[in-house]
C-alpha cells in the first residue's frame, strides 16, 4: 500500500450542469489518497475550525479509517489513520452520539469482529478509543436518527439477512430494541413516509431485489416491512422527484439505470427507469443545479465515473452527466467546502477519494 499522501490535483473535463451553473464546465478535480480500498466516506468538522473533514472507511484488512483534515484553501491533509477494527470496514457515518456537542462516527465492520464501532471525538481531530456495538453478521451500513423520541440518537444496522435497531443511551453505548428480517440489505434511509411525525425506514435488499418500507411506531420499534419490487436494488435514495409532497426513491440497479418509485398514501408506485452508465452502484439525492428540482448523483463502478442525472421536476431525469473520477467510486456525498459546494466520491479501486468542486 501506498503511503497516505495528498496525490497532486488533476484537471478533468467535469461535464456537470450543477451548483448554479446552467452549461458543462472545467471544473478541477482532485484526489486524495484514504486509504487501501476506500468504500464509504462521511463528512463533519472534526476539529472545531469551522472546516469540514472526512472521515473514510477502508474494505482492508485490517480495516483502515482515515481521516483527511479541511483546509482554508478547500484541500485536504491527512490528520490520522486509525484501526478501530482488524476486519474490513464497511460504512462511516458522523453524528454526536453522546451529546458534548463534538462529532463522533460509526463505522460497520464485517468478519470475526462484526459489529459497530462508536468512535467518540475530541473535538481536536481526534478520536477516543471505539466502544463495540454487538450486531448481525457482516454489517454493510448504518444510519441514525432518534426513532424513540427520547433526544437520543439510534441506530439502524443493515446485516446479512437483517436489519437491527439500536437504541442510543445518550454516552455512545446502544441497546438492541428490534430485529428485522430481510434478505441482503444494502442500505437504508430514514424520512417521516406516511406524514406522521415519526420516522420511518426503507432498506434496499438486492437479494430480494426489492426495496422495503417499514413504519415506525415512534417507541424504537417498527411495523413489519412492506416491499415494492425494484431491480437490482444497490441501495436507495430519497428525495421528492415531481414536487408532490410525496417522498420518493431512486434505487441503482447495478447495470446500466435507475429506478424511480413515486410515492402515494404512504407506498410507491412501480419504478420509472432511466439510464444511468454502465455499472450504477450508490445514488446521492440533492438539488444539485440550483433549479428547484431534485437532481441524482449516481456512481458507476464500472465506468470510473460519476453520472449526473438532472431532474425535470416530474420524477423523470435527464440523460446521465459522467465525470471520470478514480477506479471503482462506491460512495458519493455532497459537502460545503470553503471554496463552495463539492461532491466527493470513494473510489475503492484508487486508494482514494476524488473531489469534484
Known sequence: MRHHQQIAPSVALCALAWLGLQAPVSARTMNYQAGSEPVSVAAGDFNGDGIQDLAVANASTPGELVILLGQSNGSFTLGSILHPTTTPESWVIVADFNNDDILDLAVTAGGTESGTFILLGNGDGTFQPPLFVKTGPNPRFVATADFNGDGELDL????????????????????????????????????????????????????????????????????????????????????????????????????????????????????????????????????????????????????????????????????????????????????????????????????????LP
Open 156 to 355: 439502524a444496522v443493515a446485516a446479512r439477512s437483517q436489519i437491527e435497531i439500536l437504541l442510543g443511551q445518550g454516552n455512545g453505548h446502544f441497546q438492541k430494541s428490534q430485529v428485522i428480517p430481510a434478505g441482503t440489505p444494502t442500505a437504508i434511509v430514514v424520512a417521516d413516509f406516511n406524514g406522521d411525525g415519526v420516522s420511518d425506514i426503507v432498506y434496499s435488499d438486492s437479494a430480494a431485489q426489492t426495496v422495503s418500507l417499514a413504519l415506525g411506531n415512534g417507541n424504537g420499534t417498527f411495523q413489519s416491512p412492506t416491499p415494492f419490487a425494484v431491480k437490482g436494488a444497490e441501495s436507495v435514495a430519497v428525495g421528492d422527484f415531481n414536487d408532490d409532497g410525496a417522498l420518493d426513491l431512486a434505487v441503482p440497479d447495478g447495470v446500466s439505470e435507475v429506478g424511480v418509485l413515486l410515492g402515494s398514501n404512504g407506498g410507491f408506485g412501480p419504478p420509472i427507469y432511466s439510464p444511468a452508465g454502465s455499472g450504477p452502484v450508490w445514488v446521492l439525492a440533492a438539488d444539485l443545479n440550483g433549479d428547484g428540482n431534485v437532481d441524482l448523483a449516481v456512481t458507476d463502478k464500472t465506468g470510473n465515473t460519476l453520472d449526473t442525472l438532472l431532474g425535470n421536476g416530474n420524477g423523470t431525469f435527464q440523460a446521465p452527466i459522467p465525470a471520470a473520477v478514480g477506479r471503482q467510486p462506491v460512495d458519493v456525498i455532497t459537502v460545503q467546502l470553503t471554496t463552495g459546494p463539492a461532491l466527493i466520491t470513494a473510489d475503492s479501486g484508487s486508494e482514494a477519494v476524488t473531489v
